[in-house]
């Protein structure tokens, strides 16, 4: 039960980053903003992996 919450919230973080990488290069962000928003990407990406390797 708490795997599966914890995947739905996961893949709404996940959903939340990848509209941002994707939308954010039309904005012209500084780097850093880039930087965090692909790493954040990446990192809510792996946390939905593993959740969803434990279901």
Not at 1 to 10: E, G
Not at 25 to 39: E, S
Not at 41 to 47: E, G, H, K
Request: aromatic share 16%; proline share 5%; net charge positive.
């Amino acid at each position: 039960m708490l795997i599966k919450l914890l995947f739905a919230l996961c893949s709404l973080w996940t959903a939340f980053f990848c509209v941002s990488a994707w939308k954010i290069p039309a904005d012209k962000p500084p780097r850093w903003t880039q930087a965090g928003v692909l790493l954040g990407t990446f990192l809510s990406l792996v946390a939905l992996y593993q959740l969803w390797s434990r279901m």
